[in-house]
């Protein structure tokens, strides 16, 4: 059976703190590439993906739902709909390779999870979701470790860089440059991104347009 | 048989990033937990450690060698010396785990090699050392797969956050009380050192001392 595939969107205005080197255009462009990349992993992986967005828009290859309610109570409605695992995953995670989404759907616990970096939480896969609530935003990792602990629920952390970096910052742009293999490593080469070597530190700089 | 693990290490002013929030006897006590967490799971894989050092000191769990030479070169000559499999990890690498290691020691392809945050590489695993020769520092990460691929040795890279995690800024310490299992989480602690919450994100603040 088909694993639901639960990604957040924001298509308007997303990454702010990239807006030293992107345009406001530019970043949604870019936050549209990263999804691209996501949904091209989990559908690899198996599942059937939805876009639960923050505003409507169009995409071709999954259901798009415009949410008119905060993230977690969002995120809460399908869960307590569902009676079949569950996989909510961020949008922002360009270096997602369809092994990284199989390795977290082949976990033996009740509940993986993917710490992003500084303590939230990138991906969760729920075998029985009417048991789980999420909580974002903060220490969401911890949360969501205690979540499923006072749910009598068993939690793996998946070891994966892959599924653990997203991408908030110039610096993360390195990653992607790095390690990429989708759409967004070759959206940021368009654009004229490429990795600069200054002081023995790998850093990113953007060239003129080509 | 064994796998030899070589762990290069700088017992004396290391991690200078740190000073903002420790001093150099604490570094040189950190350092020495991490390297502990290393040694002890790069045992419990199976590998046999042996120490690279820049300045001699004592360890019990592992063999040392003082080198009087740079990193690449020592590492060079071990690696045309060697018959065997060889194991480079770094000492930094505090979230480090049995799993993770034999994940690395299990890759099919003829080099598995982790990068480290921004370029570099936290590990190497060798099947066939005279082959390979080491470049780090720098982008050294793009270097060693070019130096695979230029011997014709296929490569695999290993997708571990926790190997990935290499800790250099206060900000890293973060992940450390987030999802260390060992003895650097232990000493931190032991310090005062505790997550803090700050306008949603995560940090970390120093106590008094216990």
Redesign the interface.
Known sequence: MCVQAIIPFKPVNPKTRLSCILTQPEREQFARVMLDDVISAVTGAGCKPYILSTHPFSCDDAETVVKDMGLNEALNACLSALHHPMLIIMADLPLV?V??VS?LLHTAADVGIV?G????TNSLYIKNPQLFHVDF???S??DHVNIARAAGMSIE?I????L??DVDEK?DL??IL??GEGKSREFLMELGFA?S?EK???GIQRNSHK
Chains 1, 2 share one sequence.
Do not use: K, N
């Open positions: 390779t092994d990284a390795r710490p970096r500084g303590g939230g935003y903060g220490a990792f911890r952390v070891d994966s860089f892959r653990h970096t610096e390195v990653e790095l390690h990795l070597i023995g530190r790998v």
